[in-house]
């Protein structure tokens, strides 16, 4: 899968945050995701329905439902070798 990537701010605190823009929407991406999470919450009440979920690594990820951009905060301690890791995979979808 091809993706974009920039670097964001304060969408996680204790974690280095980027966006990605992907070409999927939020709602085809938590299929994908099924095989890395080690949890998930759907809120379907929200004006825009959102997902929230916590990789085994400690990765969270957060996005809309509707829409084909996803945040991601990879923990400060191993941000570098967490976001190698999540790429490598996305770009094997």
Known sequence: MRFESKKIENCFTDAENHEYRIEVTGEEFLLLL???TA???VNRQL???AF???LKDGTR???IL????IKVGYPQDSAAEQKALFESWLSSL
Do not use: I, T, W
């Open 47 to 49: 004006r825009r329905p």
């Open 39 to 41: 949890s998930v919450k």
């Open 34 to 36: 099924k095989e890395k």
């Open 61 to 63: 990820l957060k996005g």
């Open 52 to 54: 929230m979920a916590e």
């Open 66 to 69: 509707e829409k084909p951009v």
